[in-house]
C-alpha cells in the first residue's frame, strides 16, 4: 500500500509542472510522500523514497527515451533498459533525502515542519552541480504564473519551493495533531513560528506585484525569430545545407530592421569559420537594415582544436559566445573510451563539445545587453550572472528541443525559462527550431509564442527595466544556507539532544 502510494506521490509532483499545471498536486504529493514516511526506519525510507524519485522521475523525466530510441537509433528494449537505468538513478536522489529525513527525526514530531522543507530544497539544489546537475522537475516551476509567483523575484525558484514543503509539512503536522491515536504532538514554538513564516509566505506570493522590484523605462527592443521546423534527422547532412539555409533566410526577409533577428540554436549547422562567407553576407544585411542577427553555430578554436557550442552575434561588429553548461552525452561523452562506438546514441552529431569561460560579456543589442543561455543552460540556477554583476537589459536563450519530441519535456523547459526571466525581472528571447519560441515578459508571462512542430516566424516588442531584483542580488545562496542552518541544528539535537527516538 506504502509502497504504491509513494509512487503516486511522485507522479503528483509532475502533474503540477507544464503542461498540466495543476499545482496544488504538489503539495499532495508531498504529503502523500510524509505519509509514507511517518514512523518508518531509515532503511524503510529509504526503499519509499526510491520509490518516490521513480515515480517523479519516470513520469516527468522520460523524454530521455526519445533522445535514446528516436535520434540515438537505440533498438526499444534497450532505450526502455537505458530510460529505466536513468529515472531509477536519478530516483536515488529523494531516497538519500527520506533516509537521513527519519536518521535527522526525534521523538517531537514537529522537528519535521522545517526539517523537510529544508532537505528537500538542499536535494533540488543538490541536482544543479553533482555529476554534473540535472536541475529538472523542481517543484517551484509550477508557480512561475501560480500564486506564489511573487516569492521568485526574492528567494527563486528554491524559495517556492520551500514554501510549498513547509506548506505540506504543516499540513501532515495538523493531521497528527486532529489524530486521536498519535499522542506525541501538542503544538509547541516550531508549529507556531512555521505557521507565521507560511502565512508570510503566501501573502507575500499572493500579493507583493513581482515586478515591484524593478523600474519601467520607455524603451522596448523589437524582436524577430526565425523557427524553422528542420528535421533533426536531415540537419547535419551536407546535401541538405544549402536548403536549409536558404529556408532560414527566406523567413527571416519580413524580419530585417528589428533590433534582433534570431535563429536558433546551431542553426548554421557548420563550423564557424566554414561558413564565414555565409556570416559576411548575414552580417552586411544586419548592418544594412539596422538589425542584429544572432544565431547558434559551432565554433572551432584553430590553436587548441576545442569545439564549442556557440552563438554568433553579427552587426556593426561581431561578438561570440560559448555555452558553458554541457549536457552529459548529448554535447559530452562521460567514459567517452567506453562508450563511443556502443550504439548511435553515443555518437551524436556534435558531441564533442567543450565548455566555454565561465565569464563572458553580454552581447550588444543596439544600446541594450543580452545575457546569453544556450539550451540547458536556461534550467541551471547559476548561469544567468550573479551577484556583484551588472544586471543585463534583457535575456536571450536560443534552443533545439527537437531531442524532446512530443513529450513534456519541450512545456518544461519553456516554463523553467518563464522562471528565470521571473526571478530576474527581465524580458526574455527564446529561439528554438521546432518549438516552443516565445517572447516572455518580466513577469513570467508569454507576451507571444509559436506553435510546436510548425514553421512559423514571431516578432514582437520587449520591454526593457532597470533595478536589480533581490534574487538578481543574493542568488539561491540565502535560502540554501538557512537550509543548511537547520539540517545542521537538527543534526546536532539528534547526536547531542536528549530526545529519544519514537
Not at 511573487?150 to 525558484?157: D, M
Not at 548554421?268 to 542577427?293: D, M, T, V
Not at 510546436?452 to 545562496?477: C, D, H, M
Request: hydrophobic content about 50%.
Amino acid at each position: 500500500m506504502k509502497a504504491a502510494t509513494a509512487v503516486i506521490a511522485g507522479i503528483l509532483l509532475t502533474a503540477s509542472l507544464a503542461p498540466f499545471n495543476l499545482w496544488p498536486a504538489s503539495i499532495a504529493g508531498l504529503v502523500l510522500l510524509l505519509w509514507v514516511l511517518h514512523q518508518a526506519s531509515p532503511k524503510i525510507a529509504f526503499l519509499r523514497g526510491w520509490l518516490f524519485g521513480i515515480g517523479l522521475f519516470g513520469s516527468g523525466a522520460s523524454w530521455v527515451f526519445v533522445s535514446i530510441k528516436q535520434f540515438g537509433n537505440a533498438p526499444m528494449p534497450l532505450a526502455l533498459f537505458l530510460t529505466i537505468l536513468w529515472c531509477t538513478g536519478l530516483g536515488l536522489l529523494p531516497a538519500i533525502s527520506c533516509a537521513v529525513l527519519r536518521w535527522l527525526n526525534s521523538s517531537n514530531a514537529q522537528r519535521d515542519i522545517l526539517l523537510f522543507p529544508a532537505i528537500w530544497v538542499l536535494g533540488e539544489w543538490t541536482r544543479t552541480w553533482l555529476l554534473t546537475g540535472f536541475p529538472w522537475l523542481f517543484i517551484g516551476y509550477g508557480h512561475v504564473q501560480g500564486p506564489l509567483q511573487g516569492i521568485a523575484p526574492i528567494a527563486g525558484v528554491l524559495g517556492i519551493s520551500f514554501t510549498l514543503a513547509l506548506t505540506a509539512a504543516l499540513i501532515w503536522c495538523l493531521f497528527l495533531l486532529r489524530n486521536d491515536s498519535i499522542k506525541a504532538m501538542r503544538p509547541g514554538i516550531q508549529h507556531w513560528l512555521a505557521t507565521g513564516f507560511l502565512l508570510l509566505a503566501w501573502a507575500v506570493g499572493l500579493f507583493v506585484e513581482p515586478l515591484r522590484w524593478t523600474d519601467a523605462t520607455n524603451k522596448h527592443l523589437s524582436a524577430g525569430l526565425v523557427q524553422a521546423n528542420i528535421d533533426q534527422n536531415e540537419k547535419w547532412q551536407r546535401s541538405k545545407f544549402g536548403a536549409h539555409i536558404m529556408l532560414q533566410r527566406q523567413l527571416s526577409e519580413e524580419l530585417w530592421g528589428k533590433d534582433l533577428v534570431l535563429w536558433p540554436e546551431a542553426a548554421i549547422p557548420a563550423l564557424y569559420h566554414q561558413a564565414e562567407p555565409l556570416l559576411g553576407q548575414l552580417q552586411r544585411q544586419a548592418n544594412a537594415s539596422g538589425s542584429r542577427f544572432i544565431t547558434g553555430i559551432p565554433y572551432r578554436d584553430t590553436e587548441s582544436g576545442a569545439v564549442y557550442n556557440s552563438i554568433a552575434s553579427l552587426g556593426v561588429d561581431r561578438q561570440l559566445y560559448f555555452k558553458r553548461k554541457l549536457v552529459p552525452f548529448g554535447e559530452f561523452m562521460p567514459l567517452e573510451s567506453v562508450l563511443r562506438g556502443l550504439i548511435d546514441f553515443f555518437d551524436l552529431p556534435m558531441s564533442s563539445f567543450s565548455a566555454g569561460p565561465a565569464q563572458q560579456e553580454y552581447l550588444r543589442i543596439g544600446d541594450h545587453q543580452a545575457a546569453a543561455l544556450i539550451c540547458y543552460e536556461a534550467v541551471y540556477l547559476d548561469t544567468v550572472p550573479q551577484p556583484n554583476t551588472p544586471p543585463p537589459d534583457i535575456l536571450l536563450t536560443i534552443s533545439n528541443d527537437t531531442w524532446f519530441g512530443s513529450s513534456f519535456g519541450p512545456l518544461q523547459h519553456l516554463q523553467m525559462a518563464q522562471m528565470r526571466a521571473l526571478e530576474w525581472g527581465r524580458g526574455m528571447v527564446r529561439g528554438t527550431n521546432n518549438g516552443v519560441s516565445a517572447l516572455i515578459a518580466a513577469d513570467g508571462s508569454i507576451l507571444a509564442r509559436t506553435e510546436q512542430f510548425q514553421q512559423q516566424v514571431l516578432s514582437g516588442n520587449i520591454s526593457i527595466r532597470r533595478g536589480k531584483t533581490p534574487y538578481a542580488l543574493f542568488g539561491e545562496r540565502p535560502i540554501v544556507y538557512v537550509c543548511i542552518l537547520v539540517l545542521a541544528l537538527c543534526g546536532f539535537l539528534r547526536c547531542f539532544g536528549s530526545s529519544r527516538p519514537r
